[in-house]
């Protein structure tokens, strides 16, 4: 038996429209660049994602063609990943997908194909990048296998359901899943190309941006809807099951919550099943999430919150700055509150400023220092902000850059040349500052640093000022028709047909219920 060569590659990043600041090549090779035997090499033993992850997706697919051997043969291409953003520049995502292609063209013959795409990635004059990508990877692989794999932030539109034989989505809110859906989707590819399985696909798009509360699979109200996604897989009635909750600041006319269900061979039951999942969500649209204190509101909580503050630190979440939602993370909003209102509190703070950090990195520890910081990349949400201090240290930590650490009062300002991304302890840790001593621990994610911080963590506040990963900051983007919960939306369906590129006519209305019988 011949063995079946399925290619495997990566290109992802999370964008956020709002965002000035572009993605550029250099962002991808210096933060996650791999091809060929380097990249087999780093999902076989790991770290796949130095820095980031030990075990991603692709280490769960090449763990899939592992369990086959001697009839499967992973063929790695590229693995290119980026911190989360503005838009690719046009350049970049064209390089990008030249060496797709290019890579899968050198390869030979091809059996099937697993793509690892965010599904939430924007590009300068590209409508829909990511679908540019499945089309132009299944023009080289034709026929073959074609299985996808997104964040459940990605975006399914109608013209990657068309190029894809199948997409798989995380069904885990923080994200803990990404090495098992790889391998997920390593099983569809392999079973197709062995003619093991045939997968058939269907899905819902909803004209729906935010609902589900926290969106937080393991509590309500998104609970019931994740365990359903589990227990048909479990009972072998879909290959898989996915519900996509988008990331809200794409700006893709077509945007909204998806489902997307795989068969194998059924198609009645994915459209019925993925059907349901869309039903479920929409009944969950009222659901929005929680309105965030004013910086002054959660400053007066943590000073409120004194034996948690002896115990571990109060962790605040700068909600309109979440550089893991592709904010630039030079906002001083935030900042400037705590310098001036936390007085006392010992707080780690963190600013992405390019400049500042070039021009600290020329002055020795120790010595007094006074400079703008921040309101650099995206002056038009919030103003540098004047500090002065004493330069305590200097590093040069992967994917942040030169990293400079600032003394000003009762502030440590960690000041990033790269993205400033705070979801880890680590990220404090590794510059000297230990999380025990912190009143206050600043952080710009929305989800992951929940697990991280658990350790020292005794009270997460969220805090919003204003920046781009404000939840209504998505509404000034423009959609294909009127978006819940920015407008009045009564049903999804007719939308949903006509993504799907179905008869746009609404659906018709239910028949009249029974004649009650006449009883004598
Ligand atoms: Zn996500």
Redesign the pocket.
Known sequence: MTVKRIAFARIAQ?TNALSPVPTTLADFEGAHYREGADLLAAASRGPEVPGFFRRAELAGFVRAARDRRGEIEPVPILSAWAASGGPLDRGCFEALEARLVEGLRRAGRLDGLYLCL?G?MGAHGVADPESRLVRSARAVIGGAPLVVSH???GNVTRARAAAADAIVA?QT?P?RDHARIGRKAGRIAIGAALGELRPVMAWRTLPLLLGGGSTIDFLAPMRAVFRRMHRVERRGEALAASTLMV?PWNDDPALGWSTVVVTDGDPGAAERIADELAELCWERRHDQPPAFPTASEAIAEARAARIRRKLGCVTMADASDVVTAGAPGDSTHLLRALLEQATGLLTYCAVRDPDAARSLWERAPGERVALPLGGTLDPARSPPLPVAGTLVSKHAQHGFGKTCVLAVEHLRIVVTEGPSMVMRPSFYRDVGLSLWKADIAVVKNFFPFLMFFLPYNRKTIFVRTHGVTDFDAAFQLRFDGPMHPRDAVDDWRARDRLRRGLDPRPPAPPAPPPRPAVSV
Do not use: K, V
Request: aromatic content about 10%; overall charge negative; glycine content about 0%.
């Open positions: 999370e965010h939430a964040d459940l932030h995380y809110n994200h990331h």
